[in-house]
């Protein structure tokens, strides 16, 4: 029998090109994809099977693993940085109670889970330059604390049921095909729309805030790589620290002026978005990754940039 492939949150950022991911490569017949945002682009309604799913409804979720035999879900319906902070009580129902129905059902029916944790899962006291895969994690956001929970309850429901889980903690994350989402690091996003539009770009982070970022090819090849990999080389599992480049917004807007001599950045610095990313590490280790199961990324800032100024249209 084919396994067959669950994503959440497919209209999401990760979702949008996992979606495509995962249909080129498992078969478009074996993977489910379920999403809010309607519509969905047309890549993504054409890479699967397109259903409606909450999360945070156990018995809607449980009916699908069962229709289609699902084998492997792809946790990534969440709701994002800057937004939990609005709507903390939401952000608790889908990032934490969602998880734990997602975990529920994958130990009734062995099912694997991909989990994303983030940068965000670190706070003001986890050393801020190469960040050490296991260090202390005291978020100061209420969206840090739902991914170290996350974090915490993947390792438990493997210990305890079996479940095979596993999960990376993200950087900002760049990508033309889906819009920002309401995450800190969505500045790196809009910064290409204002350049390729001719537009002067407003960054809301300061001068100086260093951030790790990837390009989403490298995220999307992320994960495919961890969930593909030996089981028995995997000693972390779960939040592996994952980092690509790591810039500031000067660095980025000097890079895209390179292509674009005229585009022009101001500073109208947001104080929600610029306390959560100081609390976020400047670089993170991602030794253990690189030596667990091959991580290597391929794209650097140079190679990025040129990369999202070519897909993004006036």
Request: net charge negative; with cysteine; aromatic share 8%.
């Amino acid at each position: 029998m084919a396994e067959k492939y669950l994503i959440t949150g497919a209209g999401g950022q990760i979702g949008s090109e996992l979606s495509i991911a995962l249909a080129a490569r498992y078969d478009s017949s074996n993977v489910i994809i379920a999403g809010h945002r309607k519509p969905l682009p047309p890549e993504i309604e054409n890479s699967g099977h397109v259903i409606t799913l909450d999360v945070c409804d156990p018995q809607a979720l449980e009916a699908i693993v069962e229709r289609y035999g699902i084998t492997t879900i792809y946790h990534l319906a969440g709701v994002l940085s800057v937004i939990a902070e609005s709507h903390p009580h939401k952000a608790w129902d889908i990032n934490v109670n969602g998880l734990r129905n997602i975990l529920e059902v994958s130990a009734k029916h062995g099912c694997a889970v991909f989990f994303p944790s983030s940068i965000g899962a670190f706070g003001p006291q986890t050393p801020p330059d190469n960040t050490p895969q296991e260090t202390i994690q005291r978020p100061s956001t209420i969206y840090g604390i739902t991914k170290v929970a996350g974090e915490l309850l993947c390792d438990y429901y493997h210990n305890r049921y079996g479940v095979d889980t596993r999960g990376l903690r993200f950087p900002g994350l760049i990508s033309y095909l889906a819009p920002p989402g309401g995450g800190t690091t969505d500045y790196a996003v809009e910064i290409f729309h204002d350049a390729v539009n001719g537009r002067e770009h407003k960054c809301f982070l300061a001068a100086g805030t260093f951030l790790d970022m990837m390009y989403m090819p490298d995220a999307i090849k992320a994960i495919i790589r961890l969930m593909e990999a030996d089981p028995s080389t995997l000693i972390h599992r779960n939040a592996y620290n994952i980092t690509a480049m790591s810039f500031d917004p000067e660095a980025i807007c000097a890079e895209i002026q390179k292509h674009i001599p005229l585009f022009t950045m101001s500073y109208n610095v947001d104080s929600e978005k610029q306390a959560i990313a100081d609390s976020w590490p400047n670089k993170m280790d991602d030794s253990a990754a690189r030596s667990e199961w091959g991580w290597n990324p391929h794209y650097d800032l140079p190679a990025m940039v040129v990369e999202m100024l070519k897909n993004i249209t006036p």
